[in-house]
C-alpha cells in the first residue's frame, strides 16, 4: 500500500484555497473558523456530518480527494495529475502527452496511482495516433500496476473489484479502442461490463452527489453512448432504448451538456434505423443546437454536420437530405 503524510487538514485547506474561500466563509453555518483553523493544522481531525457539510461547500468528496492526494504522494504530485486530467479532458492529447513524459522519471510516478495516470496518458496519445494496439498495451499495464495478473481476457472475471477512477477510464480505453479496431463483439461486451459496474452509481441521484461520483455517473452516460454507437452495427438489444434514456434523463438532470448531444445523435441514429425519419430529424436538430452551445465543444456548426456524417453517412444523408430510407 503506498503510504503517505498528507493528512486530511492538509486536504481541506488546498481545497478551501482552490475555492477562494477564507476559513470564516467555509466554516459559515457549518461551524467555527477556529475549527477549520485546527483542522487545517491537523490539531484534530473532522466528524463525520463536519466533513459532509464541508463537502457540500466545497462541491467535493473531501474523502476521497484525500485519498487521490495520499495516493498521488505529494500536494506537488497531485497537482500534476489534476492538471493532466483537465488537458486530457479538454482532447488536448499532444500536450498531456508531453506532460507524461516530461514526468515519467520522476519518483513519484514511477509507481502507484500516478504511474497508472502516466499510463492513461500513453493510451489516449496512442490511439490518437491510431495505434489501437498499443494504446489497448499501455491501458492494461495501468490497470497491472495495481491487478498485477490481469489481461485483456480476464478484466471482466475479476472477483470483486473496486476500481478506481482512473481504472476505469483505463477500461474505457480498452474497450473504446477494440471498437477502433472493429473487434467489435469484444467493445461491446466489455461496455456492457462496464454499463454494469457503474449503474448502481445512477441510483445516488436523489443523494447528494459530489465530484467522485459525477465521475462515475458521466462515465455511465459515454459508456452507453459508446456503445450505442457499436450495436448500430452489430443489432441493438431489446434495452439499448431504456439504457439510452436513462443516461439522457441523467444528463438533463445534472447537465452534462456534452454527453447529452452524443446521446441525442445516438437516439437520432436509433429511429433512423426503424425508419422513424420525423423523430431521428428532431432528434438529430436537437442534438445539434446543445452540440453549439457546448463548453467543451470546439467545432462550428459546419464542422459538427461534417463530422456526424462522416460518422453517420446513411442517417445524415436521409435525415438531412430527405432521401428515401
Given amino acids: 500500500m503506498f503510504q503517505s503524510s498528507i493528512q486530511i487538514g492538509t486536504t481541506i485547506r488546498y481545497l478551501r484555497k482552490q475555492n477562494h474561500l477564507t476559513q470564516t466563509q467555509l466554516a459559515k453555518d457549518i461551524c467555527s473558523a477556529k475549527y477549520i483553523y485546527n483542522l487545517e493544522k491537523n490539531l484534530c481531525s473532522p466528524t463525520t456530518n463536519i466533513l459532509l457539510q464541508l463537502s457540500e461547500r466545497l462541491k467535493v468528496d473531501i474523502y476521497s480527494c484525500h485519498q487521490d492526494m495520499c495516493q498521488a504522494?505529494?500536494?506537488d504530485t497531485y497537482k500534476k495529475l489534476e492538471l493532466l486530467s483537465e488537458i486530457i479532458g479538454r482532447s488536448d492529447i499532444v500536450t498531456a502527452y508531453h506532460y507524461a513524459q516530461e514526468w515519467k522519471d520522476l519518483p513519484d510516478f514511477r509507481s502507484g496511482y500516478p504511474l497508472q495516470y502516466l499510463q492513461y496518458a500513453f493510451s489516449c496519445y496512442a490511439s490518437r495516433q491510431k495505434n489501437y494496439k498499443t494504446a489497448i498495451q499501455y491501458a492494461l499495464q495501468g490497470l497491472q500496476v495495481k491487478y498485477p495478473s490481469i489481461t485483456e481476457s480476464n478484466i471482466m472475471t475479476q472477483k470483486n473489484p473496486s476500481f478506481s477512477n482512473i481504472e476505469l477510464a483505463l477500461i474505457n480505453c480498452i474497450a473504446a479502442n477494440y471498437s477502433k479496431q472493429d473487434h467489435l463483439l469484444d467493445a461491446?461486451?466489455?461496455?456492457?461490463?462496464?454499463?454494469?459496474?457503474?449503474?448502481?452509481?445512477?441510483?445516488?441521484?436523489?443523494?447528494?452527489?459530489?465530484?467522485?461520483?459525477?465521475?462515475?455517473i458521466a462515465l455511465f452516460c459515454m459508456v452507453i453512448a459508446n456503445l450505442l454507437y457499436i450495436q448500430h452495427t452489430i443489432g441493438?438489444?431489446?434495452n439499448s432504448l431504456s439504457l439510452l434514456d436513462e443516461a439522457i434523463n441523467i444528463c438533463k438532470r445534472l447537465s452534462y451538456s456534452n454527453s447529452l448531444y452524443i446521446l441525442l445523435e445516438?437516439?437520432?441514429?436509433?429511429?433512423?434505423?426503424?425508419k422513424n425519419l420525423s423523430l431521428a430529424k428532431q432528434l438529430f436538430e436537437q442534438a445539434a443546437i446543445l452540440q453549439?452551445?457546448?463548453?467543451?465543444?470546439?467545432?462550428s456548426s459546419e464542422e459538427?454536420?461534417?463530422?456526424?456524417?462522416?460518422?453517420?453517412?446513411?442517417?445524415?444523408?436521409?435525415i438531412i437530405h430527405q432521401q428515401e430510407i
Fill in 188 to 216: 461491446n461486451s466489455l461496455f456492457l461490463y462496464l454499463i454494469d459496474y457503474l449503474h448502481p452509481y445512477t441510483k445516488l441521484l436523489n443523494a447528494a452527489i459530489h465530484q467522485h461520483y459525477h465521475f462515475h
Fill in 236 to 238: 441493438y438489444t431489446k
Fill in 73 to 75: 504522494g505529494s500536494i
Fill in 266 to 274: 445516438e437516439k437520432a441514429v436509433y429511429y433512423y434505423k426503424q
Fill in 304 to 318: 459538427y454536420l461534417q463530422t456526424f456524417q462522416e460518422k453517420y453517412p446513411a442517417c445524415f444523408n436521409t
Fill in 292 to 299: 453549439l452551445y457546448s463548453p467543451k465543444s470546439k467545432q
